[in-house]
């Protein structure tokens, strides 16, 4: 049978990829840069170093720059200028380093003036009409300068191509004072280098979410410059380079100081100029070498780029109508953005330690949202990027220990620093996640050592605190009740990791420490609870309440009290049993939030009642009803969500896209399945958003997901089969998706009550584990 049906596959997915677009010309990378999503629509490879992309507005105050973390930001009307590095969907941002801008005429501005004033600086206003937005693409029509400017990126490069006006003298401003999230004292140190063949060089280094961060540049160009001047801002004093042939000058001028920008002058042009940029976190030998490394011009680039997204997109075959294929590839796209490139060609890359460090035989990733991405983001990885993303990851992640100044695994990292930002250490469940699996190419039992040491490092988050109590005092610690749930949670991934390599005392320890979730969960009250240190529940207690540094992490206790995906079922036990469970998720969904004020909040959106979309805490509950016996609930709350988070268009996420975890959410619920607990090598059952889907997997094996009967009307599952066999648990294992075959959902108008319902059918939970 499942030889038959791989045949099947085979043909099948061949005739799918004559029939519609290829999964590149599916993605929108404008999803998302309106509203909150906090992406970015400019170009960057699978992965890469460089995200070069415009920048419409980096002057704000901080508190007022949220809707502007990636830099970009749909509704505004002009843009600065194009800088080569930006987070996509990040809550809080940094980066915007190394901002670009050409200039046409003979006025050359060096401040990028305002918005509401057209031709007061810099800037220019522009019309999304002329806009093209492609992975590893995208291009613009600078309107107040008449200037096209086109961006593409490699791996560690970006090339600009900007097409002039006729008989207009062209020029170029860098501005290194511009950064995202930008301050008084941001920029530390930065330098300047006009290297003898005409090679700009220089770095910087800021003060800003990562402290101490070092960036280093090279930058070439297609033609000879035919003068240039570095200025300090602070100072006021101009340094005079080079008057005359440019490349091949024994000429150079150099300038350091913290306010720098340089400009530099090309004449009229008969073509268009390109600038080639490369980026390298250990010094400018390094972004030289980078750039070396990645041969050729814009067209040369834009071809590798474009075949290497193609590879990538490609590992899932999506057969939809259009909006919704186009949804899902774009939220693929998204997913394969970060942990990014920080490592060299060759190899070097600056640590957690600010020391120069060598990967040897992987490529270093940093940029670990891991309070986010653990949860989705990862899990997928395991499946469209197995062997070299996930083994790549979690290297990055040991080595990231091992160079730690406080030995443990980062929290939140970009450019290999700590920003301690967010709580747990859910480093802990990716590396035990893609163990379990069978992914190897790393030391387990070096990885396995430094979970341990980050879940023992007590001056951590309360963590002394809660391997003396079994929970977080919150009259200790802010957070608390979040805090104590999430390390269970890490603690359980642990002991599967070590139960699996045969270490069995620690196994038996952090099984222990797994069913901590227990003591913050107040059993009258039916809700998860800060405690003090006393053992009392901390009073007043509401609900509803979401106040930055109180009992919760960016959430309730209608969103935390469902937060232990490691044991379901010991929860529905303390709440009373299936029925209450269920009332109790229609309640979280169905409530009238219409009186309570969360825009103090920034990070909550998305809400359907308490349920919130927008943030990370709530993305498994509507998966739960199953473990209550209830999947058919789980296929109309699902409906609910995709129809109303997610949408093609520019506000088409309902909150910060998290370094791909929001677009994780949207790939695996597309496919018909989630990893509610990521350890238990179990996805549960959701229903299909998708007429047909086929993962590419390993040795040539392909899994397809098949939605017989999908419509508008038909949204229930009333019966799965499993290469060809009937399916009556709500779960599917991850070996049977590795193993290749066909998971065939015959879909409803009205649902099947019974599929699924059985307690032997019921995805896994630590306390009734088959």
Same mark, same amino acid.
């Given at each position: ?312 997109? @490609?590992?899932?075959?999506?057969? &939809?109508?259009?909006? =919704?294929?186009? #949804?899902?590839?774009? $939220?693929? !796209?998204?997913? +394969? ?103 190897? @190419?790393?030391?387990?039992?070096? &990885?396995?050592?430094? =979970?341990?040491? #980050?879940?023992?490092? $007590?001056? !951590?988050?309360? +963590? ?307």
């Amino acid at each position: 049978m499942r030889t038959l049906i791989l045949i099947a596959l085979s043909l099948s997915t061949a005739a799918v990829g004559q029939s519609v677009p290829a999964p590149i010309d599916a993605v929108d990378p404008m999803i998302g840069t309106g509203g909150e999503g906090h992406t970015f629509p400019g170009a960057t490879a699978p992965f890469g170093m460089v995200q070069l992309s415009p920048d419409t507005d980096t002057t704000c105050e901080i508190r007022a720059c949220y809707g502007h973390a990636a830099g970009y930001r749909y509704d505004d009307p002009t843009i600065q200028g194009f800088s080569h590095t930006h987070f996509s969907g990040a809550g809080h941002s940094d980066l915007g380093d190394l901002l670009v801008m050409p200039q046409a005429g003979d006025t050359v501005r060096l401040d990028p003036g305002d918005p509401k004033r057209p031709g007061s600086g810099y800037r220019s206003r522009f019309d999304h009409r002329d806009e093209i937005a492609h992975p590893g693409y995208y291009a613009v029509t600078l309107r107040d300068g008449g200037i096209r400017a086109e961006m593409t990126a490699g791996t560690r490069v970006g090339v600009h191509r900007y097409t002039f006006p006729a008989g207009q003298a062209a020029h170029l401003v860098l501005d290194l004072r511009s950064s995202l999230y930008d301050y008084p004292g941001k920029i530390l140190w930065s330098g300047l280098h006009w290297r003898p063949d005409g090679t700009l060089t220089g770095f910087r280094e800021t003060r800003g979410w990562a402290p101490g961060r070092k960036l280093y540049f090279a930058m070439r160009f297609s033609t000879p410059a035919t003068a240039h001047s570095f200025v300090d801002r602070d100072a006021a004093v101009t340094y005079k380079g080079f008057q005359g042939p440019g490349r091949g000058s024994t000429a150079v001028a150099e300038k350091l100081g913290r306010a720098l920008e340089a400009q530099i002058d090309f004449g009229r042009l008969a073509a268009p100029l390109e600038v080639k940029v490369a980026l390298s976190g250990v010094d400018e030998n390094g972004a030289i070498a980078n750039l070396d490394a990645e041969t050729g011009g814009f067209d040369a680039v834009r071809t590798r780029t474009a075949a290497a997204w193609s590879d990538a997109l @490609g590992a899932v075959q999506i057969d &939809a109508a259009a909006p =919704m294929r186009t #949804s899902v590839y774009t $939220a693929l !796209y998204h997913t +394969l953005l970060a942990p990014g490139v920080w490592s060299d060609a060759d190899g070097r890359y600056r640590g957690p330690d600010d020391q120069v460090h060598r990967a040897d035989g992987f490529t270093f990733r940093s940029t670990f949202s891991l309070w986010d991405t653990f949860r989705a983001e990862h899990p997928l990885l395991t499946l469209v990027q197995p062997e070299r993303t996930t083994t790549d990851i979690v290297r990055s992640l040991i080595e990231s220990r091992r160079h730690s100044p406080d030995g443990i695994l980062p929290v939140w990292q970009f450019a290999g620093r700590e920003t301690w930002t967010m709580i747990g250490y859910h480093a802990a469940p990716v590396i035990a996640d893609a163990y379990l699996k069978g992914i190897r @190419g790393f030391d387990a039992d070096a &990885a396995l050592d430094a =979970m341990i040491a #980050s879940a023992t490092y $007590a001056p !951590y988050g309360g +963590l002394g605190a809660y391997m003396q109590r079994g929970y977080v005092p919150i009259d200790q610690e802010p957070e608390a009740a979040s805090k104590t749930v999430e390390y269970a949670y890490d603690d359980w991934t642990i002991a599967r990791m070590a139960r699996a390599m045969g270490r069995t005392e620690v196994a038996d320890r952090f099984d222990r420490r797994a069913g901590n979730w227990r003591n913050s969960f107040d059993i009258k009250s039916g809700w998860l609870r800060a405690r003090l240190a006393n053992g009392a529940f901390r009073t007043p207690f509401d609900p509803t309440a979401i106040n930055y540094g109180s009992d919760y992490t960016e959430g309730n206790a209608w969103q935390y009290s469902w937060f232990m995906p490691q044991d379901q079922a010991g929860l529905i036990r303390l709440l009373g049993g299936d029925a209450k469970t269920i009332a109790r998720l229609d309640a979280m969904f169905d409530y009238d939030t219409s009186k309570l004020d969360y825009s103090h909040a920034e990070d909550i959106a998305g809400l359907i009642g308490q349920y919130i979309h927008g943030n990370e805490p709530s993305h498994h509950v509507a998966y739960l009803y199953g473990y209550a016996g209830a999947p058919w609930r789980t296929q109309e709350r699902l409906g609910q969500i995709v129809a109303s988070q997610y949408k093609p268009t520019p506000d088409g996420l309902s909150g910060n896209d998290d370094l791909g975890q929001m677009s994780a959410w949207l790939v695996f619920t597309a496919l018909g399945f989630y990893p509610v607990a990521p350890g238990s090598n179990e996805y549960v059952i959701g229903r299909p958003f998708v007429d047909r889907a086929v993962l590419k997997l390993p040795a040539g094996k392909r899994f397809a997901v098949v939605a017989d009967g999908l419509s508008d009307t038909n949204l229930y599952v009333a019966a799965v089969t499993l290469n060809g066999r009937p399916l009556t648990r709500s779960f599917v294992r991850d070996a049977e998706i590795r193993a290749g075959g066909e998971l065939r959902f015959t879909m409803a108008a009205t649902p099947n009550r019974e599929w699924g319902s059985a307690a032997a059918a019921r995805p896994y939970s630590m306390s009734t584990a088959r």
